[in-house]
């Protein structure tokens, strides 16, 4: 059995579009002939936490160097890229904060980028994702349009996509609701937005 790994960052429940985006896109892959379990990880409700001295220190030791302090500090990043390890799609649900990503998602992508468990460094200095074989699916709202005129302000799929690629997974599929601020949630038909894409 699949699993499917739904990341929820906005705030907002039921008024959230990415969340009824990010819904949808699920729905649309349940639909097909595999079998998926289904994992939730809100970031909104177990918020991740910043990094920290202990937990940046605890990132370059080796396990049995850590200290009782260090070791407390690394649960929560274990907990999640363990979610991300046990995933075959990931599902992230992205809504726009001033041109950008949420500060709890931010805090989710600093909890997952872990030198040698997420990546490593090769010898001649290039770095390697340990984390291949997966496909994510970016659910992205915004409240103006940015995918056409307003392009040249828009930063998270190209973030996320970097990110993401240097963890080794490089099959993303990114799908938007637009100009959200105009727009009642009620009357927003997500389905079309999914079902319109071919990657799906």
Not at 4 to 11: C, E, F, G, K, R
Not at 12 to 25: N, P, T
Not at 36 to 61: C, G, N, W
Not at 78 to 93: A, H, K
């Amino acid at each position: 059995m699949k699993q499917i790994l739904h990341i929820i960052s906005s705030p907002r429940k039921d008024q959230s579009f990415s969340l009824g985006l990010s819904k949808a896109i699920i729905r649309k892959l349940v639909c097909s002939d595999e079998v998926f379990k289904i994992v939730e990880r809100d970031l909104t409700i177990s918020e991740p936490p910043m990094l920290s001295d202990h937990q940046i220190s605890a990132f370059y030791k080796k396990a049995d160097e850590r200290s009782e302090d260090e070791k407390r500090s690394l649960v929560y990043s274990d907990i999640v890229i363990n979610e991300i390890q046990n995933s075959s799609i990931i599902v992230i649900g992205i809504a726009m904060y001033n041109l950008s990503v949420s500060a709890a998602l931010k805090a989710w992508i600093d909890q997952i980028v872990r030198v040698n468990v997420s990546f490593k460094w090769n010898v001649d200095g290039t770095k390697e994702g340990l984390l291949s074989g997966k496909k994510v699916y970016l659910a992205i709202a915004s409240g103006r349009v940015h995918s056409v005129k307003n392009y040249e302000m828009e930063f998270i799929e190209s973030y996320l996509k970097l990110i993401l690629g240097s963890l080794g997974i490089n099959e993303i599929t990114t799908i938007r609701v637009e100009g959200t601020a105009k727009k009642n949630i009620n009357n927003i038909n997500f389905n079309q937005f999914v079902n319109s894409n071919t990657h799906l």
